[in-house]
């Protein structure tokens, strides 16, 4: 969701900053400029993709998704500069199954199979 608001057209953000977030309009006029004068910095796709994130998975992740898209799309020297807490927060909204000691891989492709059905 945070990757599809990225690599909108810059022609569409005024639009969808509009009509799917809670900004006021003149904070909304502001980013659209910003994001005229430098379009490089995508600052109007990075406000609207974080905004919509925000409001339906909330704050915690949306600034989780914000540094993950960062690490990942970002300088060459972002995974670097991680912390401990910048990577809980990156996966604090992602889904985990936990295996029971008692499973027993036979072989590796059973093993994956079995981790696949989980």
Do not use: C, W
């Amino acid at each position: 969701l945070y990757q599809f608001f990225i690599n909108l057209q810059d022609n569409e953000v005024r639009k969808y900053l509009l009509a799917l977030t809670l900004l006021p309009p003149q904070q909304i006029e502001e980013i659209v400029e910003e994001s005229t004068q430098q379009p490089e910095h995508r600052k109007g796709q990075k406000a609207l993709a974080f905004q919509v994130v925000r409001l339906i998975h909330g704050e915690s992740v949306a600034e989780g998704v914000e540094l993950a898209s960062h690490v990942l799309f970002g300088p060459e020297d972002s995974l670097k500069n991680l912390s401990t807490v910048d990577l809980e927060k990156m996966f604090s909204g992602v889904p985990v199954n936990e295996l029971s000691k008692a499973v027993h891989f036979d072989t590796p492709l059973r093993g994956l199979l079995l981790l696949l059905l989980l």
